[in-house]
């Protein structure tokens, strides 16, 4: 029989909670306050649902993420991910922060320009870029990340006719042991792919090749990928310096680092398996400054990360509006909140906290929201106390895509509020009302 190897034996604290003699701990506290305004000072307010973001979060958050990147690597920027979520209200305190934009259509190159980033400041992705927005891009000096062959052409040729030097990156797309991998975006670099578009950008005079791009994924949990692709396009960089004496301004990781939310069929939860700000950032930034690139002409660090910025900055409220048995026993609880509003439901475990002390027994239940759907299920199995018509709760960790991706389906989308680092709650979108969804309907003559 074959020796196997031996392991060193190791000892590592429990992060899930500590079970007592019954188990693991089944007592939920509840929410009562965001920002030390009540729960229920918000909904008497502004009514229920309510999405409330927390200005203090972000910038909290903003800044552990900063701080992870510029104590690890000389040259840092942000660019805030506007599909995560393109509030106003919340863009403009990334920018406050120092963010640049990070847009992946011309809606939100138009909003970007709007929370007024200056062009130069904004990062132009996506596979979709009409003629018309590449020409505002262009006009404006933003940084255009081309996508595929059709779009270089369409940048040349858009150029051949304008006094400007189009400045662009390409997306490159990569294996970091992540799968499915993601290769619909952008240049693949095994196949060689994306060297075949760095040299017809090189030896074009009209377009001025500045950065390098990946973003290999969204939720990904694993910081070794990132040094994978932040490792592949140094190498990049690297083979431009050689090739061309050129030295590439950028490299630009993207998003897609987790936030701690508990993704469905996860084990442990994700506050646990996630990892922090300063793990992405050493396997990126010692990716970089191992690479071969010239340490006198180090690239800029470009990061877009959206969902792990801004998820735990926001809260859903709703109240429940029924209980009942199922057939096959267990208790279901109906409240008015519905996978309309919190897309993110379909593959997170959200956390729902009551806002309120309750009885401490928990019981197995099946969270509904209130769409006539079979699939409006907020949560398919949750030890959860019982909450009574009325009662309010608190959804936690729904910043990220849910005010992006709402629906307006079956009912109308609810009041956003801001609770702001002046300890006042501002209104930062209104509820929708009839009016605004009739004015865009129009009626034939005949059917009026
Ligand atoms: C969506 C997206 C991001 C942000 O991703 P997160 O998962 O929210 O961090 C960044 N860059 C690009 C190109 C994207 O498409």
């Not at 927390?54 to 903003?62: G, L, N, P, V």
């Not at 005010?403 to 609810?414: D, S, V």
């Amino acid at each position: 029989m074959e020796k196997k190897p031996f392991e060193r034996p190791f000892i590592k604290k429990l992060q899930a909670g500590m079970p007592s003699k019954f188990g693991m701990k089944s007592m939920t506290e509840p929410i009562t306050h965001i920002d030390d305004i009540p729960v229920s000072e918000i909904i008497a307010d502004y009514g229920s649902p309510v999405y409330v973001l927390s200005e203090k979060t972000i910038r909290d958050q903003f800044k552990k993420a900063k701080h992870a990147f510029t104590t690890r690597y000389p040259k840092v920027q942000f660019a805030w991910s506007y599909k995560t979520n393109y509030l106003d209200a919340v863009c403009r305190i990334f920018h406050q922060e120092g963010s640049w934009a990070e847009v992946v259509s011309g809606f939100e190159y138009d909003k970007a320009l709007q929370n007024g980033v200056k062009g130069s400041q904004i990062i132009f992705n996506g596979p979709a870029k009409t003629d018309e927005e590449l020409k505002k891009a262009i006009d404006n000096d933003s940084l255009i990340h081309i996508d595929h062959f059709d779009e270089m052409y369409a940048i040349i040729a858009i150029s051949e006719n304008s006094e400007k030097r189009p400045k662009v990156a390409i997306r490159v797309n990569m294996d970091t042991g992540i799968y499915p991998m993601w290769d619909r975006f952008g240049f693949n670099y095994e196949s060689g792919d994306a060297w075949d578009a760095i040299n017809r950008i090189m030896v074009n005079e009209k377009l001025d090749l500045v950065g390098l791009h990946a973003h290999i994924g969204t939720y990904m949990f694993s910081a070794g990928s990132y040094k994978i692709a932040a490792g592949k396009l140094a190498d990049l960089a690297y083979g431009i310096e050689r090739k061309y004496g050129v030295n590439i301004k950028y490299i630009d990781v993207g998003g897609g680092f987790a936030s701690q939310n508990t993704l469905k069929g996860a084990y442990y939860p994700g506050s646990d398996t996630t990892p922090s700000f300063d793990e992405y950032a050493e396997a990126i930034s010692s990716a970089l400054l191992n690479s071969q690139i010239n340490p006198r002409n180090l690239p800029t660090l470009i990061l877009e990360t959206g969902r792990a910025l801004i998820d735990d900055a926001g809260y859903l409220l709703g109240t429940v509006i029924a209980n009942k048995r199922l057939s096959s026993g267990n208790r279901a609880t109906i409240v008015d909140v519905g996978v309309n509003l919190l897309f993110t439901s379909f593959w997170y475990e959200h956390e729902v906290y009551p806002a309120a002390p309750v009885s401490e027994h928990m019981e197995e239940t099946t969270i509904f929201g209130p769409l006539c759907m079979n699939i409006d299920v907020i949560r398919d199995a949750i030890a959860f106390p019982l909450l009574k018509k009325g009662d309010h709760f608190v959804i936690k960790r729904i910043g990220a895509y849910n005010m992006t991706q709402w629906m307006q389906f079956i009912t109308l989308r609810p009041n956003v509020v801001l609770t702001g680092t002046d300890g006042k709650v501002h209104l930062i979108r209104k509820q929708e009302h009839m009016d605004l969804i009739r004015q865009q309907e129009v009626i034939p003559g005949h059917l009026k």
